[in-house]
């Protein structure tokens, strides 16, 4: 018990050194050309962070003790008609980076389809969309849906909202409802795709919540900045207009995709640069998606233990940031052009393997 006590304090003790202290870019070979890392160093002005080292000192080792959900319950609420590609995409990157469990609540028609991709899937057909009910209905069904979701909302340890959500009406307004019980019930929230269509129309959904995350790409990002900004992106100065973003929302955290990742929670500005690949095949944000909501349970874990200073959610933003990227770069070393979505997720476990070897 006093190894293990010892072993939390010291990987606290990592990550605030690593969060305080500065890093320019230094890159070393390792194992191939493709594996670059970033080294810590003097420079006063860089953004970057050493994404690698908090990424080991977040994930969890493993251990024989340990039972089934310890190392993570996460679960998706995505999913229509149209697109059950993007809610499978987050929920099985999660399992695969060592989430215990992980499940879907989508709707009714995406539930099969889904359930066809992967065994491994917890699915909930329990969403509905609005072109099969009748008005009179639609009171006592969202009522219903938010009872069924509620029975499970104290077991996860994050949820990942919107991946192939779609934009029916109703059924915006029934994740509305799941938003606001997963915040009284203190469960982080990574908001993607869809899910960010409805953040931008209805803010105070997220504002002042420090366990919500939105990973916007550049038009969702537009969208942000104009609706809470009243101005346009501003690329000459992006880290400051990022931090003044997370500032004006309040106390959320935002991950800004790009060539290089850009995380603020409104009090600070970082950047994770290494690895990445020239490939931009759908469904890479939604593989973000999950590995955020992983690393944001488990650094949340291990900061309560000892209560530092840290901000989980930027620390799941680093960690899941560097993992997607350098899973995507050995995806592009291997299938050049023909990368597609799976490829890269069947390369998370390699990944994070080589950066955190299994003792």
Known sequence: MHHYNGSIIRR????ISCLVSNYHH???????????TMMIS????????????????????????????????VAVVGGCREYTGAPYFSAISALKIGADLSHVFCTRDAAPVIKGYSPELIVHPLLEESY?????????????????????????DCLVIGPGLGRDPFLLDCVSDIMKHARQSNVPMVIDG??????????DLVRGYPLAVLTPNVNEYKRLVQKV????????????????????????TILRKGQSDYISDGKEVKSVSIYGSPRRCGGQGDILSGS?????????????????????AMLGCIAGSALMRKAASVAFEDKKRSTLTTDIIECLGRSLEDIFPVS
């Open 292 to 312: 955020v909501a992983v690393f944001l349970a488990w650094a949340r874990q291990l900061v309560g233990k000892g209560q530092p200073n840290i901000n989980p």
């Open 42 to 73: 003097g420079s006063p002005n860089s953004l970057e962070v050493d994404a690698i080292s908090i990424l080991r000192s977040i994930a969890p080792t493993l251990d024989s003790t340990k039972h089934k959900g310890q190392a993570g319950k």
């Open 132 to 156: 099969n009910l009748r008005d009179e209905d639609k009171k006592s069904i969202s009522m219903r849906v938010l009872a069924e979701v509620d029975k499970w909302m104290e077991r996860f």
């Open 12 to 15: 606290q003790q990592h990550l």
């Open 229 to 252: 900004l009243n101005c346009d992106v501003n690329d000459q100065d992006g880290p400051q207009q990022l931090l003044s973003l997370a500032s004006s929302i309040g106390g959320v």
């Open 26 to 36: 230094s890159s070393i070979s390792c194992n191939s050309s493709r594996m670059q």
């Open 194 to 203: 869809d899910g960010l269509f409805l953040v931008t129309n209805c803010l």
